[in-house]
């Protein structure tokens, strides 16, 4: 049921009025044009003033589709209460919305148009960011993300650069400030994640008795078809008392899943844009019991077919390699069947340009490691490698770590600054300390407890780190949970712009899905927006679009 009028409370026109008034003809230092401002530019700002106000809410109206209505605050004039609002405006005050409440002159309320202006009275009057939060424009653009049918861009060609976007030259110049082509591609390879885990959970199950029957995978991206599902097989198994127990537990115990896809662009136009034919490998995070008994199993091993004994050994985790290696009843193991379908696709593409791209979400993230370091050399000539990865937990060693440099793998990683999952296993410590640490006269006795620890882990590659708090939407103390959720993870990259700027105000991805998923985790202040404009999330669910929403 659309909105049928739109209502501002009278008092919030004389705490606007009172704040603003507070100023009267002061200069300001930080807007030299004002400091000895004429009676005349505060009548000429004044009234610029009014007409923004006026446009605001007839934006607003029209957004919500309003009947036009009388103005609730009433006609705003040049009068005494308004004077001043030249100054504010050249100092950017005079847009911003008011504070909750009347503003009645105490002791209390005095200054907080200028702390407002300083970002500075939103941490000691906290109902003046809510209000900030529901201003028209706030109100107009979560409408827009609300929307089903976003803005939509044109794929830019990507053309000869394509090799710089698939990290040959380690993502440099392209991540702060983020390039918009690159936001793009992280986006697309995040979707075809999403893609994953929509075919697990449309049909979890997997036959003990029979191999699996061929998948149905809608991918995001139109322009690629999926040519082969992949399973992911535990080498572990739950007591027979545990089916006794909870004998209802169905799938969560299965050993063999469904965890990924491998898929491949067949559109002659797409291939022209991007340059090459690109094959996506898709994995998806962790869903299944086993899955999570094979994560807690944390001690490094080497990796079984090292041949260079001057290089480090490389280790890797013991449940991640697990998944990979071990092979299931009726199913090949994760490794044999991405290296088997690489190897047909490379025959049947021989002569094209092609690219390898591997891209998954927690364990997906971890396993998407392991695929990249074999396939990259599962044949001779194998097409350029890389990986993007969302959350990813540690994998390996560093010897691990310089094995894939030295195999020419490049990885971007997408970290959340508030994503634990990101930090494990191994050791507590920061990338950026351990770097720290490396530099000093430290560095030789790390290198031998990277050679002797069970839990020496090291990240690898490229980092793009995004941050749950710069998102205007979601709650700053969100939980371990949404700091960790793809959709969460895509929202974040959507909306950055670099490592010190805020949430891009033009960010176009929906909102629908993250509200489904992270209801909890979304500022009160727009979840109940989500009903005032008669929206319906769980009734009208998600659909899958087949064209990304625009970055720019």
């Not at 650069?161 to 918009?180: A, V």
């Not at 190897?343 to 695929?371: N, P």
């Amino acid at each position: 049921m659309p909105i049928t009028s739109l209502q501002l409370p009278p008092h919030n026109l004389s705490t606007f009025q009172a704040r603003n008034a507070s100023f009267g003809l002061r200069g300001s230092p930080l807007n030299p044009s004002n400091r000895n401002p004429s009676s005349t530019s505060l009548t000429v700002k004044s009234a610029a003033t009014t007409e923004s106000t006026r446009r605001h809410l007839s934006n607003l109206e029209k957004v919500l589709q309003t009947d036009s209505k009388p103005n609730p605050i009433g006609p705003v004039d040049g009068s005494r209460e308004n004077r001043g609002k030249g100054l504010l405006e050249g100092l950017n005050l005079a847009a911003m919305p008011n504070p909750i409440g009347p503003v009645d002159g105490s002791q209390e309320s005095k200054g907080k148009g200028l702390l407002e202006g300083l970002n500075l009275a939103a941490r000691i009057w906290p109902e003046m960011k809510a209000a900030e939060d529901m201003s028209p424009r706030h109100l107009n653009q979560l409408q827009r993300l609300l929307s089903k049918s976003p803005d939509h861009s044109p794929r830019n060609s990507l053309g000869s650069r394509w090799r710089e976007y698939h990290g040959r030259n380690d993502w440099s110049g392209l991540l702060d400030p983020l390039d918009e082509n690159l936001r793009r591609e992280v986006v697309r390879y995040g979707e075809f994640v999403q893609a994953a885990y929509h075919n697990f959970h449309s049909d979890p199950a997997t036959s003990v008795d029979e191999a699996p029957a061929p998948r149905h995978v809608t991918v995001p991206d139109r322009h690629y078809r999926v040519t082969k599902s992949l399973y992911a097989t535990s080498s572990v198994g739950l007591p027979k008392w545990v089916d006794d127990v909870a004998p209802d537990l169905g799938w969560m115990t299965q050993r063999t899943s469904c965890v990924g896809y491998v898929a491949v662009c067949d559109d002659r136009r797409e291939i022209a844009r991007m340059g090459r034919r690109d094959i996506v490998i898709a994995l998806r995070g962790t869903a299944t019991c086993l899955e999570w008994a094979e994560n807690v199993r944390d001690l490094l091993v080497p990796i079984p077919d090292q041949k260079d004994p001057a290089q480090k050994q490389p280790k890797v985790e013991c449940g991640f390699l697990s998944l990979y290696n071990t092979r299931g009843a009726h199913v090949p193991s994760l490794a044999e069947s991405v290296v088997d379908e690489i190897l047909r696709l490379m025959e049947k593409y021989k002569g094209e340009t092609l690219s390898i791209t591997v891209t998954g979400h927690s364990l997906g993230a971890a396993l998407a490691l392991l695929v990249a370091d074999e396939v990259s050399t599962c044949a001779p000539n194998v097409p350029p490698v890389a990986v993007f990865s969302f959350g990813s937990p540690r994998v390996g060693n560093r010897g691990f770590t310089d094995r894939i440099t030295a195999r020419n793998v490049k990885v971007l990683r997408i970290v959340n600054n508030q994503d634990v999952i990101t930090r494990v296993p191994g050791m507590f410590v920061s990338e950026g300390l351990d770097r720290t640490l490396r530099n000093s006269s430290a560095a030789a006795v790390l290198d031998v407890l990277d050679n002797n620890m069970p839990w020496a882990y090291s990240h690898v590659g490229t980092e793009l780190r995004v941050d749950t708090r710069m998102s205007p939407y979601l709650k700053p103390n969100a939980d371990v949970a949404c700091c960790h959720d793809l959709e969460a993870y895509l929202h974040l990259v959507d909306g950055f712009l670099s490592s010190n700027c805020p949430f891009r105000s033009n960010a176009k991805r929906s909102l629908v899905k993250l509200l489904h998923e992270q209801n909890s985790n979304v500022k009160k202040l727009y979840t109940s927006r989500v009903k005032a404009l008669s929206l319906n999330i769980e009734r009208e669910g998600f659909p899958m679009s087949s064209c990304l929403p625009s970055p720019s």
